[in-house]
């Protein structure tokens, strides 16, 4: 499964991407929101193989995960986002949740339960 990893706490992403590859996910990572839309318009660009779901943290500078969620729906509508947050802020999952994510998880995260919710998502944008 093509995965998009977006967090800006640079040990976490290397970590997540690691355990990620390990069971057999191909991921790509972005440091923050601007750096994911490049990602994904790339793919889009060059019609390879478009992510299957993308993982994000709602809190990040710059262009947050809110912001990035909404332009990446422009551009990829069915494209499954599950974001993540630090912060148990109800109102934050539901404007992600208007904005059309997929879910979202606090962190941290258990690895098997974000699996479990990657593979509902993608299986949710077939």
Known sequence: MRVLFVDDEVEFLQLMEKRLSRRGMEVSTAPD?????????????????????????????GMDGLETLRRM???????????????????????????????????PVSISELIIKMEEAARSAV
């Open 33 to 61: 929101g601007q750096r994911a839309l490049e990602l994904l318009d790339a793919t889009l660009a060059d019609g390879g193989e478009m992510f299957k779901v993308v993982v994000m943290d709602v809190r990040m500078p």
């Open 73 to 107: 729906k422009a551009k990829a509508p069915a494209l499954p986002v599950i974001l993540l947050t630090g912060h148990a802020c109800m109102g934050v999952a539901v404007q992600g949740m208007d904005l059309g994510a997929y879910d979202y998880m606090l962190k």
